[in-house]
C-alpha cells in the first residue's frame, strides 16, 4: 500500500520494513521488538512507533486503490492477510509504548 502513497517515498526502505514487521508481530499479538530484531535491523522500537502508526492509520482510513491486490491476498494460500482488520489506534498505543 506504501508504494501508492507518495508521503512514504521518503522512507528509508529498511525501516519501513522494520515498521511494518512491528505492526504485524503487534497486529497478530506474536509479541514485539526483540533484542535480536533490534541488533539485525538497527533500529529500536521506539524509532519505529511513528511509522508503525502511520502505516496503521494507513491500512484503517485510505480507501483500498487495487482490488485486484486486495483480492489476491484474501485468498487463504496467503494467509487471507487481506482481511485482517487493522487495529483500534487507542490500541495500538497502548500495545506499542508496552514493548
Do not use: I
Amino acid at each position: 500500500m506504501t508504494l501508492q502513497e507518495y508521503d512514504y517515498a521518503r522512507e528509508s526502505p529498511s525501516r519501513l520494513a522494520a515498521s511494518c514487521l512491528l505492526l504485524a508481530l503487534t497486529m497478530k499479538n506474536l509479541g514485539g521488538w526483540t533484542p535480536t530484531l533490534e541488533y539485525y535491523s538497527g533500529y529500536s522500537a521506539q524509532d519505529l512507533h511513528p511509522l508503525v502508526k502511520r502505516l496503521n492509520f494507513l491500512l484503517t482510513y485510505q480507501p483500498h486503490k487495487l482490488n485486484a491486490v486486495r483480492s489476491k491476498y484474501s485468498h487463504r494460500v496467503f494467509f487471507e492477510v487481506a482481511k485482517v482488520t487493522p487495529m483500534d489506534m487507542l490500541k495500538l498505543e497502548e500495545a506499542l509504548t508496552s514493548c
